[in-house]
């Protein structure tokens, strides 16, 4: 079974068109290895526990966290870190659950490219040569810009969003604990979202190149754009204004960005069109 599903075809082979069914089963197997290398690195982040959570998971609630450590270094009005939050478990079996859904996202992030490549590798067929040669780099590209977002969230989103609400306080009679599962789902939204989300320049970059989205509209629509980059910021983020602007602004950035790279891609007879 993992000799046919690991099996290539032989360079040169004629091309066929395939049947639903022969799709369907060319699906199981890329999402089969995509699977099995999300396993075999969640297996290693499972085993190294510690340091996982110890270090980098819990990194941002430390104050000698770099990101703390850098800004106090500014000055001192610039200077934050998190109060003492105590983390807590309510239910016996909390602290094994969320360990193997931190080994889950953390082998994901991990084994990206190759979780990704297989992805490539099934739509890849169905697109036209002029489309294959637009998404040239996909793979290397696409894995750059997710793992930016992801420590774009890891060292700025997490540590402001974290110190906010940690120094946030209705009441001295209100102790400041946190469960481990609302930590841990905090995390994950702050990098897996953004790394997400600073996948928009390949996007528009691949759009672009094949004409379907040009800076002209993009320039047109910058308003609404800005709109929804707003509606994102809000959703990943905490309901305080420092950690959306936080958000916002690297967005904006982006889209920026992105119009600068649809108009040196957008084909010119086609704009001029427009």
Known sequence: MLAKLFNKKPAGAP?????????????????????????????????????????????????????????????????????????????????????????????????????FNEFWKFVKPGLYDKEVKATSGVIFWCTVLFLMGVLFGYYVLAPFSIAFLASYNVSDLVEATATLTSYVDAMTMYTMATGLVFEMPLVIYFLAKLGIMGPVFMRTYRRHAIVVILVIAAVITPPDVTSMTVVTLPLLLLYEVSIYIAALKYPKETETSE
């Open 15 to 115: 091309e066929k068109e395939m049947s639903f069914f022969e799709h369907i089963d060319a699906l199981r197997s890329h999402l089969f290895r995509a699977a099995l290398y999300i396993c075999v690195a969640a297996v290693v982040v499972f085993t190294q526990k510690t340091f996982i959570f110890d270090v980098i998971l819990l990194g941002p609630l430390h104050r000698d966290f770099i990101t703390y450590r850098f800004f106090c270094s500014l000055s001192e009005l610039t200077c934050f870190y998190p109060d003492n939050i105590k983390l807590i478990t309510r239910e016996l079996s909390e602290q094994l659950m969320i360990h193997l859904k931190v080994s889950f996202f953390m082998g994901l992030i991990i084994s990206f490219p190759l979780v």
